[in-house]
């Protein structure tokens, strides 16, 4: 059974950096890209950034390029998610999210979702 | 970057009816490139069809997908108590964004 535990997140000012992680388990992780999503308090979901199985191809989108970072370990099954001069519009719960295959960017396991606030 | 509008926003409907739920595209979707995912409050999203018609593992057969043009609807033939939530449309490609999600439509119970 595939299943993606995440850890991270919480409370932190504006410009401040938090580190989410997500471990996966049940598939083989090389074989798949990884995504992350986000969802404001009572918004639609929204794409954060994209990784592809052996990291060679990263994507952003354009309102975090340069603030976040997408990695993951494959060593381990972990997907890392370094986040850099949040911003209060950062504000969400955040999913980490297994991609169908290495390329088609449609998700069909999801973390749990972790919290991250970034208030004064 | 495709605009996916949903509606209607909410839809108060009872166990046993039938719910026809929309998602209209901007323009064109290549490959019939669209997903719908179920969310319950609280909880992650769940994949429910991909490939504009094709269930994903373990969806009941009530939920089916289907498109015409740029517009694309996903169905639940007898809605039961475990459907009751928020529905999204998302466009996808391959990983190279833009990726884009419907706003949803909440279907809650009269």
């Known amino acids: 059974e595939v299943h993606l535990l995440q850890s991270g997140g919480g409370l932190v000012q504006p410009g401040g950096s938090l580190r989410l992680s997500c471990t996966a388990s049940g598939f083989i992780f090389t074989d798949y890209a990884m995504t992350w999503v986000r969802q404001a308090p009572g918004k639609r979901l929204e794409w954060v950034s994209a990784?592809?199985?052996?990291?060679?191809?990263?994507?952003?989108r354009d309102s975090v390029q340069g603030r976040f970072t997408f990695s993951r370990d494959n060593s381990r099954n972990i997907v890392y998610l370094q986040m850099h001069s949040l911003r209060v519009e950062d504000t969400a719960v955040y999913f980490c999210a297994k991609n169908f295959g290495p390329g088609l960017a449609f998700y069909d396991s999801w973390g749990q979702g972790t919290p991250v606030t970034v208030s004064a | 970057e495709i605009v996916l509008t949903q509606s209607p926003g909410s839809l108060s409907l009872s166990p046993g009816e039938r719910v026809t739920l929309s998602c209209k595209a901007s323009?064109?979707?290549?490959?019939?490139?669209l997903a719908w995912y179920q969310q319950k409050l609280g909880q992650p999203p769940r994949l429910l069809i991909y490939?504009?018609?094709n269930r994903a593992t373990g969806i009941p057969d009530r939920f089916s997908g289907s498109a015409s043009g740029t517009d694309f609807t996903l169905t639940i033939a007898r809605l039961e108590p475990d459907d009751f939530a928020v529905y999204y449309c998302q466009h996808y490609d391959d990983l190279t964004p833009p990726l884009t999600f419907g706003g949803g439509t909440k279907v809650q119970m009269k």
């Open positions: 323009q064109t979707v290549g490959r019939n490139f």
């Open positions: 990784i592809s199985p052996f990291s060679d191809f990263v994507y952003y």
């Open positions: 490939g504009v018609s």
